[in-house]
Every structure is written in C-alpha cells, then in structure tokens.
T-cell receptor, first 112, second 112 residues
Framework: KNQVEQSPQSLIILEGKNCTLQCNYTVSPFSNLRWYKQDTGRGPVSLTIMTFSENTKSNGRYTATLDADTKQSSLHITASQLSDSASYICVVLGGATNKLIFGTGTLLAVQP | SQTIHQWPATLVQPVGSPLSLECTVEGTSNPNLYWYRQAAGRGLQLLFYSVGIGQISSEVPQNLSASRPQDRQFILSSKKLLLSDSGFYLC???????????FGEGSRLTVL
C-alpha cells in the first residue's frame, strides 16, 4: 500500500534552534516528493520539490534531503524563527496511477 | 501571476442545510482543479478533481458533489449537510501534468 508517514507528529523547539522533520514513504513507482508548509487556518504552500536524482535542495533556511534507496526524506530547519511555527506536510507523487499521497504532517511550535 | 480565490472563509451551517463553496483561479488556463478536506490531526483527503470543464472525478463516496461550470471555477456543494461534513476544505489547482499544487486559503465549515 502506498503510504507516507511523518515523524515526529509534533515538535516544540526554542527560537534559534535547528530541527529535522522526517518523512518515510512506501510509494512506488516514485515521481517526486514535496514539502509543504501550512500555517494554522491557511492553505499549504510549497517549500521544495525533490526528484529521484536529487539528494539535497535548499530554500533559505529550509533544506530537504532525499534518499530514494531507503525511501526517506528529511526537512531541516536552521536557526528557527517564530514564524516557522506551522504544520509541515510531506507529499509524494507516484504509485500505479501517479497520484499525490499526503502525510499527516508534523506540527512544529517555535517558542521564544 | 496565478492566483486562487476560495470563499467563504468560514461557514456555520445547521444539519440538513445546503452547502456551496466556490473556488476560482486566475492567470492560467485549463488547470487541474481539486477539492480536499482536512480533518484535525489527519492528512488531506482528496474529495474531487477535475481536468476540464464538466469533468469531475470523485475519490470518496459521500453526500458532497462538485461542479466545474467554467474553466477556472470549481464549486463544492451539498444538498443536505451532515455533522461529519465539518472540516477545513481546501481548493487547489495544478498545471496539467505537474504534481505541484497551489492551494487556496481554505474554508472552515462547522455543521451544528
């Protein structure tokens, strides 16, 4: 079964600290993987997209990694800010019908 | 640039009443359009998607329906709301053949 699992479910960190969010998937075949940021009560916004051949991609303080062999991705946030408080959703495009499969997200709270 | 508008932002409706959520996209032609529902603590659930005017695919059987009367207009409806229809509804669009979704701001529906 094609699934996307994220961990941790929630995370609390202090402002200025780094953190890493995990995404494991069983989707096959694999097309690409995206990380979205969703502020509370808002629609998700794309942070980055990873294709099969890409290992690392950065977007400002956000760095995503992909290991297509182990089917794992991570999102690393450097020098966290209060505005980073949000839900981070991992989405994989793939499967026999090439559909989007969503993880349940990691809820990040950055405290001063 | 492309924009997506979704309304109303919040809605409180009694059980058994009708529903109409509207979504429009600007700045692009022939987009794929989607309606998702997000329940608390759960991932986004695809309800409907459309690849063209009048073409609607339903992913989950329910008492909701969708219509696409114009190329860039997508409407989510119900004739009689149930308590279980409460949730956060998101409209999204993507370029044909691309997996990247652009989300609207969401509509919070509370059925009492």
């Amino acid at each position: 079964k094609n699934q996307v699992e994220q961990s941790p479910q929630s995370l609390i960190i202090l402002e200025g600290k780094n953190c890493t969010l995990q995404c494991n998937y069983t989707v096959s075949p694999f097309s690409n993987l995206r990380w979205y940021k969703q502020d509370t009560g808002r629609g998700p916004v794309s942070l980055t997209i990873m294709t099969f051949s890409e290992n690392t991609k950065s977007n400002g303080r956000y760095t995503a990694t992909l290991d297509a062999d182990t089917k794992q991705s991570s999102l690393h946030i450097t020098a966290s800010q209060l505005s980073d408080s949000a839900s981070y959703i991992c989405v994989v495009l793939g499967g026999a019908t090439n559909k989007l499969i969503f993880g349940t997200g990691t809820l990040l709270a950055v405290q001063p | 640039s492309q924009t997506i508008h979704q309304w109303p932002a919040t809605l409180v409706q009694p059980v058994g009443s009708p529903l109409s959520l509207e979504c429009t996209v600007e700045g692009t032609s022939n987009p794929n359009l989607y309606w998702y529902r997000q329940a608390a603590g759960r991932g986004l659930q695809l309800l409907f998607y459309s690849v063209g005017i009048g073409q609607i695919s339903s992913e989950v059987p329910q008492n909701l329906s969708a219509s696409r009367p114009q190329d860039r207009q997508f409407i989510l409806s119900s004739k009689k709301l149930l308590l279980s229809d409460s949730g956060f509804y998101l409209c999204a669009w993507s370029v044909q053949g691309s997996g990247e979704l652009f989300f609207g701001e969401g509509s919070r529906l509370t059925v009492l």
